[in-house]
């Protein structure tokens, strides 16, 4: 059996779906444009919890659960969770994992953490590895800023191009497609990244740092399946945030790909500008809770039939910033198919 | 096409085999039992680089780079490198990776990951994704013990359970089986560990921390491929150390399976007690090492048929120490078989 295509890609015969998928934010997410469509939304940042970071654990866990319960599964006919987030050691996925008694994948792609556990997810249950796997990625803005940035305490000033870390957690169940009737969304083949480095060395600025990452993903991705964006109905990056995407489709545009209004990112949908929150959404929240709460509904409801989604990381750490090092970066495309 | 058997594993039927193994340690573990088998043994502990996780980088590049020569490989057929390591956001990785033109899928299993890399890889090649992926994992004293315990400047003293992490890089090429006559180590199954925390909270002791997610998840392989310790003819873990080993061979005993002799680790291997290394040899790159330099060139000559390969990961970070809280661990299994 020969699943590769291209030379990064591969393609998903067996079009593993998506069972069911939840979302869980904080309170700032859910006054956004997309806030009635999240499963759960907490009235505060820590929901009862005696840290950001145990905060963030329960975003997770309580995502999974729904995620399960909402695909009428129960805990044992869950083959593996995937999952991952941005805190040192994936923190916030062992503590949220370990009341589970499902095996475990732990995954780092910083904010490209969806499409990671997503893809790794469809490759598994479209070899026939296992039925069902739950794809998780969390985000809390308190625990981020603390880790990589200022203490919130400080109060600092946040420059325009700036993104901010959703509080979120989504989980998708990547299921053995039965081919049942009724509407699905399918993962039909994914395009793996390789590490891209620019120079850029400000932590604050992102999305420039992972622009090119992304286009060169989304690039290799249309040679791979022989594929222009007229393709997708929707091409959306996880975090780029307003200038981030600019930078991305001018990238695009210097390669002879028109980079028109199908392309979008996960960060500028999730606020709304006057929530100050400056260039846009960011985070592995950011791709994971637009992905159960926005994208795939969407797609049930056929408005959308065929989307690539293509969340980016920025490979950075507290210390490497310290030590004067440019931000290498890593962006994986994920296809997703409505089939009815 | 049905992969899984009994609750947690999976098997590879096409026996995906290691075409090529590489390994680069320390002077440390260059003086210890193993170290004529090293591939490359460096003269001190930063190589050159200017800090330790420059050196933890160079490591695993190095490692990676003499895999793929020693494969007779070059780095274009390599559809994925899959590797992690336990700085915060696993660093090593991504400055040991950027400089590869390689897709990349970052894990994170703390000391397990070398297992966590290789099944995945296995996985991967087993299904067709692809014909070769390098499957990696690091760690290095000085930058490990700065940033989970205590400054080196410091010159603490160590309980005598601690182990000593090692400086070290073994990276492996999976290759799809192409049924050449040659001796060849394949890997036939692997069972995915679950996350297990039974309240151990000292960071100096993780081989009682980990002992009970290797002896959870020796138990689930042995009971989904119906086989007992009879079967392999050495049952091999990470880095449990002297005391960590003993405790799981006592939790195998009380759960009825005989740990004879054949039970051994790879931290206990990789030093002589002489070098004052305490419980033995930990992190991420003592299993990787020792499987790269002793464990698959000993089954290339015939001197073992079947392992099993366990390496154990407490997945802590300084910050849940800080906080007071236990240390989930988990064990992945891989089955390595010699065909001839």
């Known amino acids: 059996m020969n699943r590769m295509i291209g030379t990064q890609s591969c393609i998903f015969e067996n079009h593993p779906c998506i069972a069911a998928a939840a979302s869980v934010v904080g309170p700032k997410e859910g006054q956004g444009p997309l806030g009635s469509s999240f499963d759960i939304v ?50 916030a996925s062992h503590f949220a994992i370990r009341d589970f008694q499902i095996p475990f994948l732990g995954m780092f792609g910083a904010c490209s953490t969806m499409s990671l556990t997503l893809m790794n997810a469809a490759m598994l249950i479209n070899a026939g590895y296992g039925n069902y796997a739950a794809a998780a990625a969390s985000s809390h803005f308190c625990s981020s800023e603390k880790q990589f940035r200022m203490p919130l305490n400080y109060g600092s ?36 990244g390789r590490i891209i480095d620019m120079g850029i060395k400000d932590a604050f600025n992102m999305g420039a740092a992972m622009a090119p990452a992304a286009a060169d993903t989304i690039l290799t991705h249309f040679h791979d399946f022989h594929r222009t964006p007229d393709d997708y109905d929707l091409i959306i990056t996880g975090d780029l945030g307003i200038y981030g995407s600019r930078l991305m489709k001018e990238m695009l545009e210097e390669q002879g790909i028109a980079a028109g209004d199908r392309f979008t990112d996960c960060g500028i949908l999730i606020y709304d500008p006057s929530q100050d929150t ?31 989604f293509v969340p980016t990381g920025a490979l950075l750490s507290q210390l490497s910033t310290q030590q004067g090092e440019s931000i290498p970066c890593i962006a994986h495309a994920v296809v997703l198919e409505r089939f009815s």
Chains 1, 2 share one sequence.
């Not at 969407?298 to 039939?305: R, V």
């Open 42 to 91: 907490w009235a505060d940042e820590k929901n009862g919890t005696p840290s950001w970071e145990k905060a963030e654990s329960l975003l997770m866990q309580t995502a999974i659960t729904e995620a399960i319960r909402k695909a009428g599964l129960t805990e044992k006919q869950i083959r593996w969770i995937l999952a991952g987030d941005l805190l040192n050691q994936i923190g």
């Open 157 to 192: 000033q946040r420059p325009l191009y700036a993104t901010w870390t959703v509080t979120g957690s989504g989980c998708c169940i990547v299921a053995r497609n039965t081919g049942t009737a009724e509407p699905k969304v399918c993962i039909t083949g994914a395009t793996t």
């Open 278 to 308: 400056h260039a846009g959404g960011s985070g592995c929240g950011c791709s994971a809770v637009t992905l159960a709460a926005h994208l795939i509904p969407n797609m049930l409801q056929g408005i959308w039939n065929r989307i690539l």
